[in-house]
Each structure stands twice: as structure tokens, then as C-alpha cells.
């Protein structure tokens, strides 16, 4: 089993900035994908920002230039820090990885969330 947890989230004022944090811990074998989603009140899941095969990044159009994913491979962990936040930003943030593992397959694994409000 793969268990990630999730912190940095909370309440900023628009134009602020907040640095979310993933980490990814089990009998983990590799990490094919990780990344953030978010869920607004009534509104689907959508992606946020990944890495992808071969370290590659994918952003929303929305929050291309704002946000900036990383990560800390030793640390099975990745980082989303986010700046110039705007009202609708506010979400739940999840954090999202696509992992192998001693003993099963790639599969998807999600966290709990963490909210992000922006609001003054």
C-alpha cells in the first residue's frame, strides 16, 4: 500500500502565495507520475500541475506561469507552490501519484486533500 500526505494548505489573501507538499511513503518500486489535482464546490476534478514520464511537466492552462511543481526524488515527494493565488483557485488540493510497488502493478493513488482558500 502507498500512503501520501498532504500539507501547506490554508487561507491566503488574493495576490498571495502557498507551497503545498506531497509526500509518498510505502513498499513503493517506482514512481511512474505524481502531481496535484484540485475540486471545487461543484465542480468536477480537474488537474493542476504533474510530472509525467521522463520528468516531464503538464500544467492547466489556468495556472501556467502561477504555479511551479518540483520535486525531491530521494524524498518521494513533490512540491507545488503556488503564487500570484487567485479566488478561484480556492479547492481542495489532492495530491496524485501513479505508482508500482513491491507488490502490485501501476496503480493510482490519491491523498486526503488539503484546502486552499483565497479570499480577503
Known amino acids: 500500500q502507498v500512503q501520501l500526505v498532504e500539507s501547506g494548505g490554508g487561507l491566503v489573501q488574493p495576490g498571495g502565495s502557498l507551497r503545498l507538499s506531497c509526500a509518498a511513503s510505502?513498499?513503493?518500486?517506482?514512481?511512474?507520475?505524481m502531481g496535484w489535482y484540485r475540486q471545487a464546490p461543484g465542480q468536477q476534478r480537474e488537474l493542476v500541475a504533474t510530472?509525467?514520464?521522463?520528468?516531464?511537466?503538464n500544467y492547466a492552462s489556468s495556472v501556467k506561469g502561477r504555479f511551479t511543481i518540483s520535486r525531491d526524488n530521494a524524498k518521494n515527494t513533490v512540491y507545488l507552490q503556488m503564487d500570484s493565488l487567485k479566488p478561484e483557485d480556492t479547492a481542495v488540493y489532492y495530491c496524485y501519484a501513479h505508482v508500482a510497488t513491491m507488490f502490485s502493478a501501476l496503480k493510482d493513488y490519491w491523498g486526503q486533500g488539503t484546502q486552499v482558500t483565497v479570499s480577503s
Open positions: 510505502g513498499s513503493i518500486v517506482s514512481i511512474n507520475a
Open positions: 510530472f509525467i514520464g521522463g520528468g516531464l511537466t
